[in-house]
Every structure is written in structure tokens, then in C-alpha cells.
């Protein structure tokens, strides 16, 4: 078993004369008495089937266990997702986005040509095969789909009225359960473009009824305030999200062709000018999580301690230059803060690690802090800072690992005390 969900279960397996592996998805044998929980894994497969395209799972075979669970053979994949890639890696930068969101835009397009709706885009949905240049992506989870034009005598997978996908990334129809079509699909790919360019969905909350009137009411967020990107890119992930789904690009090509033209070199965001040399206290804080526990738990326990260590860094006094979804990077420049001592501010990264390694106290996830003292190139000021260059922005250039989880590097054992 390689999967486990509230639905089925899926496996790995091998064909028993080719060698061949595959993926075997069988749904749960106590759903096979429920009707439309039956029909929606079948039709799944046949959805899929029907649409063949290289950037979508392809299914082999279809069958019934001697239990009456049916079950469908699939290419077996990593279960490495873009989720994973995000946590692991942060941000992405308008080009790199780019290049992961052509071959799902791709496999979209193919299914809205079959009038078929994924209804349910999201990172996870997204099976990274190789993330290298170009990456290799294949979109997973077609069960909740939405079959626009459904053949004679055939019903659709499901009706109107129904409010069915996950809350960060539905758009306004889905949440008043209204008519779905390709643009629903389309601000997916708004949040999700949302999402690899600023590391944050557009709209966030504990109370999921929150996110969903945000989804309804509030303007989205353009990503130019939390990253540097230009406002030709601003422009595309702001027309995905529009409330009104006749605002929206209205095909998946349109919106691909659009974010091609946003990246293109003439349209890049300039580096900003008026950048000034200061001398700064660094901390950086990376998640690690221990070797073979890397799941969806220990994520989430990631997720939440450095959610907690970025608000702490902000509400003493630091800035956040960087956020990946592993590592911290927070900014105390000293020109500014003459009345700050070094030490003091080392006495406050300590406590900030202490903080974080009692929230990690049960898991298998430790928190690694290093504190550095040097000059950096900035931009702007303490409402916005930008860390344009300079030593502190190679951290793979001075960031130490000690067994304890917290060090220094001689700059600031030097500063912090003299």
C-alpha cells in the first residue's frame, strides 16, 4: 500500500509476467454499496480514459475484486507532488512557475476540449515526475469532475448545486454551488499561480466559512506585495481570480499565452534602484525533518512552526527577507536599530529557538537556527525592506549546522560579544 484515503486505498503492484509496475487504486469495500460513490470511482476512470493526454495519469485496466470492490490499474507515479516541491523549495520565480504550469495548462486544455471540468486543481493534485528543465508533471484526481455535455442517456457526474472541491482553491461558483465550467478550472490555476510565486494561498483563515466569503467578497491580493514580480504578472493572476467567471480568461490557452508574455525579458521587473550597503543581524531558521518520516504529518508540523516563528520574528522587530517552505530568513539592520545591542538581539534569537523546538518536541522535525552578522545590500525600509545582494544573501555561503540546533557563525560570536 502507497496511499490510503476515505475512499480506497492504492497500491503498488507488479503485472505478473511483464514485470511491468503499476498502481492499483481500489476503492473502499463499504462504498460499493453506495451508489453514487461507485459510479463517481467507475466514471473517474472512464473521465481519464476518455481525455488521454500525456500530462494526465493513464489508466490500464479496469476490474472487480472478489469482494466487489472494483479497482483500475494506473501508471504508477512518485508520490512526490508539487506540494511537496513547494514546501521544500518556497517561492517560485515567474519563469520557473511558468514552466510548471504549461503541461498542466496542457492536460486542462485536452479535458475542456472533452467537456470535462477537474474541479479539484490544486498542488497536490499534481504529481511532479522529474522537476528539472523542463519538468515533467502528470494531474491526478479527476473525482469530482464535472462532465459539461454529457452524452445522451448518460448523467453527468454530478449536478448543479452541489459545492464540491477544496475551500483554499474554489472559486465564487463552486462555493454558491452555481453553473461550472472551463473558467472554474481557471481560477484553480489563479491560486495555484498564486501559490508558487508568494509560497501563501490569496486568501487564508482558520474558519473555513472565512475563506470561502473572502473567496466571494475580498479583492484578491496582488502577488507584488509579498514578492518582486512585475505587474504584467500581477495582471494575469488578477484576471484568474476575478469574482465574475466572464472576466476570467476565458481558455486555458489565453491565460498560458498571457503569463508567456508576462515573464518574456522585456517584461521582467527591474531590479529596484536606490539599494544602500547596510550592516545587519541575520537569523535563519530551517526546517528539518528526520530521514523516512518525510509525509503529509510532518509537513503540516513544518507548516505550522514556522507560521509561528515568521508572526515571532515579526513582532520582534525583524524582517522577513526570505520564506521558503523549509527555511526562514529574518533581517534586524543595526544602522537602523542604534539602540538595539547584538547581544540582545542573540538573547532574542535563542528564545525564538527554544519556542520552535518545543512546538516540535512530539514530531520528528527539528528546527536548525544560525545567526550571522554582516553587510547586505537593501532596499527600501523597515515597512518593506528587499534584500537586493551582498554577503547575507548567499546564506548556502555561512549558514552552520551544530548539534544543538543553534549556532553562531565567527562574525557573530565576534559582534554579538564585543
Known amino acids: 500500500m502507497v496511499g490510503l484515503g476515505g475512499h480506497g486505498a492504492v497500491f503498488e503492484a507488479e503485472h505478473r509476467i511483464l514485470g511491468r509496475r503499476a498502481a492499483v487504486k481500489v476503492l473502499h469495500s463499504h462504498l460499493t454499496d453506495k451508489g453514487e460513490m461507485l459510479q463517481r470511482f467507475v466514471r473517474e476512470a472512464q473521465v481519464i480514459n476518455k481525455i488521454r493526454h500525456p500530462n494526465i495519469v493513464d489508466i490500464h485496466d479496469f476490474g472487480v475484486l472478489p469482494d466487489g470492490s472494483p479497482y483500475y490499474v494506473m501508471e504508477l507515479l512518485p508520490a512526490r507532488t508539487l506540494t511537496h516541491l513547494l514546501l521544500e523549495r518556497g517561492r517560485f520565480t515567474p519563469a520557473r512557475a511558468l514552466e510548471f504550469l504549461e503541461p498542466v ?16 486543481l490544486k498542488a497536490s493534485n499534481v504529481a511532479v515526475v522529474s522537476d528539472g528543465e523542463p519538468p515533467q508533471v502528470k494531474l491526478l484526481d479527476f473525482g469530482i469532475a464535472k462532465i459539461i455535455h454529457p452524452e445522451p442517456g448518460q448523467p453527468g457526474l454530478t449536478t448543479d448545486g452541489q459545492r464540491l472541491g477544496t475551500t483554499h482553491a474554489m472559486s465564487p461558483e463552486q462555493i454558491r454551488g452555481g453553473t461550472i465550467g472551463p473558467y472554474t478550472d481557471i481560477y484553480a490555476l489563479g491560486v495555484l499561480l498564486y501559490r508558487m510565486l508568494t509560497g501563501h494561498y490569496p486568501f487564508q483563515s482558520e474558519n473555513r466559512l472565512e475563506v470561502e466569503r473572502m473567496h466571494l467578497e475580498v479583492p484578491p491580493p496582488r502577488p507584488s506585495a509579498l514578492v518582486p514580480v512585475s505587474p504584467a504578472v500581477d495582471a494575469v493572476v488578477l484576471r484568474c481570480l476575478e469574482k465574475e467567471a466572464s472576466r476570467r480568461f476565458q481558455t486555458v490557452t489565453a491565460l498560458i499565452a498571457a503569463l508567456r508574455d508576462a515573464v518574456a525579458p522585456g517584461a521582467a ?9 547596510a550592516r545587519a543581524f541575520v537569523l535563519h531558521a530551517e526546517a528539518v525533518i528526520s530521514e523516512g518520516a518525510e509525509d503529509d504529518a510532518a509537513y503540516s508540523t513544518v507548516s505550522d512552526v514556522l507560521d509561528a516563528l515568521e508572526q515571532e520574528l515579526r513582532d520582534t522587530g525583524f524582517i522577513l527577507a526570505e520564506q521558503t517552505g523549509m527555511t ?10 542604534p539602540e538595539v545591542e547584538p547581544s540582545a538581539l542573540l538573547a532574542v534569537a535563542r528564545e525564538l529557538h527554544q519556542h520552535a523546538q518545543t512546538r516540535v518536541a512530539e514530531s520528528r522535525v527539528n528546527v536548525h537556527v544560525c545567526v550571522h552578522v554582516g553587510q547586505v545590500e537593501a532596499h527600501g525600509d523597515a515597512d518593506g525592506i528587499e534584500i537586493t545582494g551582498g554577503p547575507l544573501a548567499d546564506t548556502a555561503g555561512w549558514v552552520l549546522r551544530d548539534a544543538s540546533g543553534f549556532s553562531l557563525t565567527h562574525d557573530a560570536r565576534r559582534t554579538c560579544s564585543g
Open 105 to 120: 495548462c496542457a492536460a486542462l486544455e485536452a479535458a475542456h476540449e472533452k467537456g470535462v471540468v477537474h474541479r479539484d
Open 328 to 337: 526562514l530568513l529574518g533581517v534586524r539592520l543595526l544602522d537602523e536599530s
Open 269 to 277: 521587473i527591474q531590479n529596484p534602484t536606490g539599494s544602500r550597503s
